[in-house]
């Protein structure tokens, strides 16, 4: 076993071509390192709907040049065995460690393939990437990015030519080309022969963001700025200033691109502590409201003054507040969401006469749904211009959700009054998750057998009406790892994360309110629902 794990990882490094992994992988080699060589050696990471994710380094369970440029190899035969024999691919990156080079890695194996390849200028957001595909014509688009993982990582996401990331089959298919790959000395990568684009393509993705906002609406609402130490700052900024709002005032901390995100412990707003300093900045500037972009600036959080201090609002409640917006402005089109989102979108999509759609997780889902017109996923994820991009996008969501604050502005009223509009309107809807994050994988295949072999009756007190396996699928859903409970009053689903080594259990309750003078009543008792179901899931699934 020893000497056979040492081959391995002598034949990987015969082959490498990064200097950098290339003396990392020598050392361990050297060293005699078994445990970890064998962490990066026992096998491969795999190709799936999130395209590739993980953490940096040498061999082929990390991320490093050698696995992008077999998953680079990999898109461009399954391409031309679709028939794309010339087609375009464009490939866009963010400012992590090494995206830059597995972007230009990219671009020399699909040009060494026949297919032509055209770079974005710099470090981007996702969604110009997203953009790009439709807006040039391509087979295909790349994007290097880990979007909101630890700054060890970074991660290759696939998109077909629909502008959407790729979904099954087609992960197969291309996993099946990457694992025919025998020898990385097969590949050719020429040294030149790509496109790099100019400002033309981000141009006409930021004519577009105009798009979304209602040429008579007032611009007045303030906001304080963050862009996680990632790519957004400088497209939000030139968007903002094209639809004529006042100038973010910036969490200077974090506006520049950094791969090591020197001030948060996750670069991703939901996680405790991440918008501690944009907090900060908001008690000075006392902006109208506070946005953050994570840092490939595809999702957008938002944050309210809720008494005497700054909140972040749930995912959900910003994807109500949008829906309900696009709603008063007279939208017509499907409105979608993730199963794991509030059940609330529904609702208002039901009372405008909408017609309304529930995927898998993920914006590869939702943003497949015929004639979407806008669609939400509760991890901060916002589709408000589905013909431009046809994923998440937290410039756009930005401009939407400031146009509505703005709008509100002027009638003396902020976002938490419409929310308690909603709430009264259809219920307080109340969401919370239940999120454990482990350093054993098969603990969450546990959980999972346990919640599959014992289903629990109830939870909070409150009966589970439905119990369904979604592996088996339904009738509107492809099958997927996951459980969903059905309540007298609530909902449960319980998934593994498709990106981190987390089980995610996502709960709601919905307590009927019958005028604003009851919503503090409805909310104590939906955080104690919250609380108790929250309390027995975890002793369901023995977590």
């Known amino acids: 076993m020893h000497d056979d794990l040492i081959a391995r990882a002598e034949a990987w490094l015969a082959e ?60 461009a035969a399954y391409l031309k065995k679709q ?4 087609g375009l691919v464009v490939i866009g990156y963010d400012a992590r460690h090494k995206s830059a080079d597995f972007a230009r890695d990219t671009a020399a194996v699909v040009t060494g393939a026949g297919l032509r390849a055209a770079v974005l200028p710099r470090p981007l957001p996702t969604p110009v990437l997203a953009f790009a595909i439709r807006h040039l014509g391509a087979v295909a688009g790349v994007e290097v990015t880990a979007s909101h993982n630890p700054p060890r990582d970074n991660g290759y996401k696939v998109y077909l030519g629909d502008g959407s990331q790729i979904v099954p089959p087609a992960d197969a298919e291309i996993a099946a080309e990457i694992d025919a790959i025998a020898s990385l000395h097969d590949v050719p990568r020429p040294d030149s022969g790509w496109e790099t684009l100019d400002d033309s393509v981000l141009d006409a993705y930021l004519a577009r963001t105009d798009a979304v906002l209602d040429p008579a609406s007032p611009r007045t609402a303030r906001t304080v700025y963050t862009a996680m130490h990632g790519v957004g700052k400088d497209v939000l900024l030139a968007a903002f200033a094209r639809a004529g709002f006042p100038e973010p005032v910036l969490v200077t901390e974090q506006a520049e691109p950094d791969p090591d995100f020197p001030t948060v412990a996750f670069p991703n707003p939901e996680e405790p502590g991440a918008m501690d300093l944009a907090f900060a900045r908001a008690r000075t500037a006392g902006p109208d409201l506070v946005i953050a972009n994570d840092p490939d600036a595809d999702r957008c959080a938002v944050a309210v003054r809720d008494g005497g201090d700054w909140r972040m609002l749930r ?19 499907t409105f979608a969401e993730s199963i794991v989102s509030s059940s609330l979108l529904g609702r208002i999509a039901e009372k405008a ?7 898998l997780t993920g914006f590869k889902w939702i943003a497949r749904v015929d004639g979407l017109r806008y669609g939400y996923e509760e991890a901060l994820g916002y589709c408000v211009d ?35 509009d909603l709430a009264v309107e259809h219920g307080l809807h109340a969401t919370d998750q239940l999120s454990v994050r482990v350093q ?19 939870l909070a007190g409150l009966p589970v009406t439905r119990a369904e396996d979604l592996t088996r699928g339904t009738e509107q859903l492809p099958p997927t790892d996951g459980l969903r409970y059905t309540l007298d009053g609530a909902r449960v689903i319980v998934r593994p994360s498709g990106t981190e080594p987390k089980l995610k259990c996502y709960l709601e309750v919905v307590v009927p ?6 919503l503090p009543a409805a909310r104590a008792r939906a955080t104690e629902l919250l609380t108790a179901v929250k309390r027995d899931l975890s002793a369901a699934a023995g977590i």
């Open 513 to 518: 309110v019958a005028a604003h003078a009851g």
């Open 386 to 420: 589905p013909q431009g991009v046809r994923d998440k996008d937290g410039i756009t969501a930005a401009l939407l959700i400031t146009e509505l604050a703005s709008v509100l502005k002027e009638e003396g009223r902020t976002l938490l009054d419409l929310l308690d």
């Open 440 to 458: 054993d994988l098969s603990l969450i295949a546990d959980a999972m057998r346990r919640l599959r072999e014992q289903p629990p009756t109830e």
């Open 83 to 86: 028939g794309h024999t010339d």
């Open 353 to 359: 006469g909408l017609p309304y759609e529930e995927t």
């Open 315 to 333: 995912g959900d409640e910003v994807g109500a507040l949008l829906a309900a917006h696009l709603v008063r402005r007279g939208a017509r089109g």
């Open 16 to 75: 490498d071509p990064d200097q950098e992994t290339r003396d990392e992988l020598a050392k361990l080699i050297e060293a005699g390192d078994t445990a970890e060589l064998s962490a990066r050696f026992s096998g491969t990471l795999q190709f799936g709907t999130a395209g590739l994710r993980g953490e940096l380094g040498a061999g082929p369970l990390r991320m490093n040049r050698s696995v992008v440029i077999r998953a680079a190899a990999g898109l």
